[in-house]
T-cell receptor
Framework: QKEVEQDPGPLSVPEGAIVSLNCTYS??????FMWYRQYSRKGPELLMY????GNKEDGRFTAQVDKSSKYISLFIRDSQPSDSATYLC?????????????FGKGTKLTVNP | NAGVTQTPKFQVLKTGQSMTLQCAQD?????MYWYRQDPGMGLRLIYY???????DKGEVPNGYNVSRLNKREFSLRLESAAPSQTSVYFC??????????FGPGTRLTVT
């Protein structure tokens, strides 16, 4: 079993839809949970990160972490064509000083006008 | 600030040739990383450097070597390129460990 599982999609939605992107993980030691956005032929950029369980909101984006279920989600409200990109979840365990991220494979999202 | 820069942007190599991918950051970050990204495989860590003079293997280090030349620069070397190393290579850096900043990538094809 991979440490981080993410459905690669592709996911296609109409403009204005609510998008839900998800990842599951197996390592209970993960403490930080990130979402990166990657536009075609560009490097990933950090959208937001969450420490431990709970929710975090930033504009139209909400990240949720459920450590009991080992499940994280990213919700995009009022999706726009400019949100079309690949979204990668990533996780980190800082214990022992390790600063390595483990990435999911990414979900490709297309928002149609 | 340029952030993280990578050279070259594109490269085509023949099997057995060598090359060095260059990465530099101007954000005074301590840690730097090299990843490869392949279709269906996501981002995989090749090597990692927590500080100048230190390097650590990642998930897929075979066939690669790295040098942390100074705090700004972290290079990745392919000594004898193989078709399996055809990929997009990303360099990243971070101050806190949580927020990694990525470069624009190098698209490498090995024929």
């Amino acid at each position: 079993q991979k440490e981080v599982e993410q459905d690669p999609g592709p996911l296609s939605v109409p403009e204005g839809a609510i998008v839900s992107l998800n990842c599951t993980y197996s390592n209970s030691a993960f403490q930080y949970f990130m979402w990166y956005r990657q536009y075609s032929r560009k490097g990933p950029e950090l959208l937001m990160y969450t420490y431990s369980s709970g929710n975090k909101e930033d504009g139209r984006f909400t990240a949720q972490v459920d450590k009991s279920s080992k499940y994280i989600s990213l919700f995009i409200r009022d999706s726009q064509p400019s949100d079309s990109a690949t979204y990668l979840c990533a996780m980190m365990n800082l214990q022992g000083g390790s600063e390595k991220l483990v990435f999911g494979k990414g979900t490709k999202l297309t928002v149609n006008p | 600030n340029a952030g993280v820069t990578q050279t070259p942007k594109f490269q085509v190599l023949k099997t057995g040739q060598s090359m060095t991918l260059q990465c530099a950051q101007d954000m005074n970050h301590n840690s730097m990383y090299w990843y490869r990204q392949d279709p269906g495989m996501g981002l995989r860590l090749i090597y990692y450097s927590a500080s100048e003079g230190t390097t650590d293997k990642g998930e897929v280090p075979n066939g690669y070597n790295v040098s942390r030349l100074n705090k700004r620069e972290f290079s990745l070397r392919l000594e004898s390129a193989a078709p399996s190393q055809t990929s997009v290579y990303f360099c990243a850096s971070t101050l806190t460990g949580r927020e990694q900043y990525f470069g624009p990538g190098t698209r490498l094809t090995v024929t």
